[in-house]
């Protein structure tokens, strides 16, 4: 079945700092990626996607670029804020059938900003 | 826009007890979605919907019943609650699949005692 690998948080950085966030999936097919954010006591929101190999998606400065070959969608951020705090879910739909009707999330990743 | 409401936003239920989790959408959305969210397990979903009186479960969908009357609404109900159906439930929709913008919900949180 599909599956999504993120790295273990939390993960404490300074104001202005580069951030990188591990992503790693296994999926039939050519699924589509995502990364969703959640700010403290709210829903998911979407922060970037991707729909096939090579394309990069990019919000609010953030980036991650689909690579087929490595099965990897991993985020990056040159500079991060104190307004960056929050919890990053990697997930995947794949596209096939009923697979496209579902998501599947990483544990996510709890990112801590400190001026 | 309202975009997604829930409702209760917080609940306590004792074993047994049975409860309804609302979930509503202004966007005319035909695809909805319920998912639970558990410490290290990130989100597993429950139950979808993708459109009015079309409803199939997810990855976890043992003790919750859906239905979907409307397309504005999607309620979550809990049977026969268990301590293990303690969790932050989300609802989500969007314009078609998966691969669209999820939109979510702000969540409840359910503690069953």
């Known amino acids: 079945g599909n599956s999504v690998t993120q790295m273990e948080g939390p993960v404490t950085l300074s104001e202005e700092a580069f951030l990188t966030i591990n992503c790693t999936y296994t999926?039939?097919?050519?699924?589509?990626l995502f990364w969703y954010v959640q700010y403290p006591g709210e829903g998911l929101q979407l922060l970037l996607k991707?729909?096939?190999?090579?394309d990069k998606g990019s919000n609010k400065g953030f980036e991650a670029t689909y690579r087929k070959e490595t099965t990897s969608f991993h985020l990056e951020k040159g500079s991060v804020q104190v307004s960056d705090s929050a919890v990053y879910f990697c997930?995947?739909?794949?596209?096939?059938?009923?697979?496209?009707?579902?998501?599947?999330f990483g544990k996510g990743t709890k990112l801590s900003v400190i001026p | 826009n309202a975009g997604v409401t829930q409702t209760p936003k917080f609940q306590v239920l004792k074993t047994g007890q049975s409860m309804t989790l609302q979930c509503a959408q202004d966007?005319?959305?035909?695809?909805m979605s319920w998912y639970r969210q558990d410490p290290g397990m990130g989100l597993r979903l429950i139950h979808y919907?993708?459109?009015?009186?079309?409803?199939d479960q997810g990855e976890v969908p043992n003790g919750y019943n859906v239905s979907r009357s409307t397309t504005e609404d999607f309620p979550l109900r809990l049977l026969s609650a268990a301590p293990s159906q303690t969790s932050v439930y989300f609802c989500?929709?969007?314009?078609?699949?998966?691969?669209?913008?999820?939109?979510f919900g702000p969540g409840t949180r359910l503690l069953v005692l």
């Open positions: 989500a929709s969007s314009p078609g699949t998966a691969q669209e913008t999820q939109y």
């Open positions: 919907s993708v459109g009015a009186g079309i409803t």
């Open positions: 991707a729909t096939k190999a090579d």
């Open positions: 997930a995947l739909s794949d596209n096939s059938g009923a697979g496209s009707y579902q998501l599947t």
């Open positions: 999926a039939t097919g050519y699924p589509s």
């Open positions: 966007m005319n959305h035909e695809y």
